[in-house]
């Protein structure tokens, strides 16, 4: 299939344009190159460099193309970052999302796979986390993507749009050659590790949480499963499947376990530091994916935190400062 990719130059992106690829499909990335990098577009992969929020230049770098699917992973995605800067995420997670929507219609590409959030869901009291319970973001990122969701359903009922929404618990983890690299970094997971390699200070935000260690207990799932999930949201479509999927592995694990694990993996000592929470962070985010399972015949396959660890690792050892390195 003909795959426009929003973001393709991002961390989950970047390996789902790889996963296309080697899947015989044809992607194209649409990227402003504002966080993601030039050289994380494989290799033959066509690099359309525009900024969703300019419809123009949007309208301009799709004429005269066609694609079967688009893939939206462009977006503003952190949580403290959004609490200080709301408008940013609904600039950029729904008005240019409304632009491509708009100006996918105009080339006949009707058919949407959306990365959407555990942040849409607030702070659910139980766990795991279905795709029934309430959604009530407590930051603007979860509200923006959100809204977006719920634009979309308006799209599938006036329109002929069919989309599948996938709602990534925390991304982790690297595929041979993609990995994480943000400017700056926020996620603990390549922080850790940074930690590990130059023996700097991990800030653990709030150890007084209602959880077992009182740190934040977070769902670590595979980039790579992840990208198979994008896959199956594709092929699902054509079977009349849409709506909204968790994308997790079922299992929790807090800051504090993550550190742990990550030093019986690198073999060093990580040093932490307490701080204060961090605002907008839910105490406990564990996914249910049994709706994925059963509508898109997705399951994660690498969801032992030690295998997601040692591929990010991996890929931080061979691109010590990131894609620039
Ligand atoms: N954390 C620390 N210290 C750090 C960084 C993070 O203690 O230096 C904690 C956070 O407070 C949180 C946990 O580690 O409790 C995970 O934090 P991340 O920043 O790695 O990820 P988030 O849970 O904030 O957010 C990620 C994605 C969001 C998505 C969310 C869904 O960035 O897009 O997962 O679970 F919405």
Not at 149 to 173: C, P
Not at 223 to 248: C, I, P, Q, S, Y
Not at 306 to 318: D, G, K, N, Q, V
Request: proline fraction near 6%.
């Amino acid at each position: 299939m003909k795959v426009l990719v929003t973001g393709g130059a991002g961390y989950i992106g970047s390996v789902v344009c790889e996963r296309l690829r080697e899947e015989g499909h044809d992607a194209t990335v649409l990227d402003d190159l504002s966080q993601g990098h030039r050289e994380a577009v494989p290799v033959g992969t066509e690099l359309l460099e525009t900024d969703l929020r300019d419809r123009r230049a949007l309208r301009a770098s799709l004429s005269g193309r066609s694609f079967d699917v688009v893939m939206h992973f462009a977006a503003s995605s952190l949580v403290g970052e959004s609490m200080k800067d709301p408008g940013r995420y609904f600039e950029n997670n729904v008005s240019a999302g409304i632009n491509l929507l708009e100006e996918s219609r105009r080339i006949g590409a009707d058919r949407f796979v959306f990365s959407s959030t555990a942040a849409t869901y607030g702070e659910p009291e139980r766990s795991p986390i279905t795709e029934d319970f309430p959604t009530i973001p407590t930051n603007p990122y979860g509200e923006s993507k959100l809204m977006f969701e719920r634009i979309l359903d308006w799209y599938v009922r006036v329109r002929d749009l069919r989309y599948v929404a996938l709602r990534y618990f925390n991304a982790a983890g690297a595929s041979g050659t993609c990995g994480e690299d943000h400017d700056p970094e926020t996620h603990l997971i390549p922080l850790v590790l940074k930690a590990a390699a130059d023996g700097g200070k991990v800030h653990v935000f709030g150890d007084d949480y209602p959880t077992p260690d009182g740190t934040c207990v977070r769902d670590y799932i595979h980039v790579l499963d992840l990208a198979d999930a994008h896959l199956k949201a594709m092929e699902a479509m054509d079977r009349g499947v849409g709506g909204a999927f968790n994308l997790g592995n079922g299992a929790g694990f807090s800051v504090t376990e993550v550190i742990s694990a990550a030093e019986d993996v690198t073999g060093r000592r990580i040093r932490k530091a307490r701080a204060p929470r961090r605002p907008g962070d839910p105490p406990t985010l564990v996914a249910s994916s049994a709706r994925a399972e059963e509508a898109l015949g997705w399951k994660p396959c690498r969801e032992d935190l030690p295998t997601i660890l040692e591929s990010a690792w991996r890929w931080h050892r061979e691109h010590p400062r990131g894609y620039g390195g």
